[in-house]
């Protein structure tokens, strides 16, 4: 793993200044994740600032769970309300072996740290591929039904180049995986929503939630108001497109100018794409990865 050096990155302060200037304009749900945001130094001042704003009526942080079982009480303190805990599978080897790196007992020890810290909600999400884990599915479920947590099913996304497998190949769709979980449980339509894309289901023999993430198959574009800024302080305006505008400039240009940092947000909505242009049979058009990007 290769780290930016320090004069690249945005802040803690000029971060902190983003998430303010995003709060006074509207925007009312502010969500850090990564790569693995609580592994960057202080982060904890980061939330606490984030926690403070008034217009914000969620802070979120999805994480790997590798830093949960030292930081949970702190950031639940801090003003986190949520938390999305990825989990691709419960077998140690193979959690290796999809993460790279992952201990799966360390994230299983996170997972119970977070719900003894008491957030309102935790909810895993789950990343499938054909051959690789998608015999979990229903093992997944169970588990979040257990612990009494929401689980999402996310499509994987076609941004970087990999070399560990063929996307096209690997790929296992929203219905797939609905049609396996409809074999073991009751899968009923809720029009519940936590304001993002997941498309949920009550699971009746849980009594929780299973939502499902589909770019590929379902695809929600139309009804996309997100944007995610980068640790380099690239405003990207779509996840799945390079339109972007350079927030960093304007902060180091003008260093604590809110209006003209406002002012950049704005004029950047007119370039907000109508939508990505995914092809799994294609090599990715976009080369950074989702590790990379963050946000």
Do not use: W
């Not at 003894?116 to 990343?127: Q, W």
């Not at 979040?144 to 070399?163: C, K, N, Q, T, Y």
């Not at 950049?264 to 058009?285: R, T, Y």
Request: glycine share 8%.
């Amino acid at each position: 793993m290769e780290f930016l050096p320090r004069a690249r990155i945005l802040t803690l302060e000029e971060l902190a200044l983003v998430g303010r200037a995003f709060a006074e304009l509207g925007v009312n749900k502010i969500r850090l994740t990564g790569g693995e945001p609580l592994v960057r130094n202080n982060v904890l001042k980061l939330i606490k600032d984030l926690g403070k704003l008034d217009q914000l009526k969620e802070l979120v942080i999805t994480t790997n769970g590798s830093q949960l079982e030292k930081m949970a009480n702190a950031i639940r303190e801090a003003g986190v309300r949520r938390l999305n805990i990825s989990l691709d599978s419960l077998d140690e080897e193979r959690f290796r072996r999809l993460t790279r790196v992952g201990d799966l007992n360390k994230v299983l020890r996170g997972i119970s740290a977070a719900q003894a810290a008491g957030f309102e909600n935790i909810k895993l999400n789950a990343v499938i591929l054909r051959n690789r884990n998608e015999d979990e599915i229903v093992p997944l479920v169970e588990f979040a039904g257990e612990r009494g947590l929401d689980i999402s099913f996310i499509e994987e996304m076609p941004l970087g180049v990999i070399g560990d497998h063929d996307r096209a190949e690997a790929y296992y769709s929203s219905d797939m995986i609905r049609a396996d979980l409809s074999e073991r449980f009751t899968l009923i339509p809720t029009t519940e929503s936590t304001g993002g894309p997941s498309k949920y289901y009550q699971v009746l023999e849980t009594g929780r939630r299973v939502g499902f993430i589909s770019p590929h198959s379902h695809n929600f574009c139309d009804d996309c108001n997100r944007v995610r800024v980068t640790v380099e302080g690239r405003l990207l305006l779509c996840l799945g497109q390079e339109h972007s505008v350079d927030l960093k400039a304007v902060l180091r240009q003008y260093p604590r100018d809110i209006d003209r940092l406002k002012q950049a947000i704005v004029d950047s909505m007119a370039i907000k794409p109508k939508g990505h242009d995914f092809n799994l049979h294609e090599q990715p058009l976009i080369f950074r990865h989702m590790s990379h990007t963050g946000g």
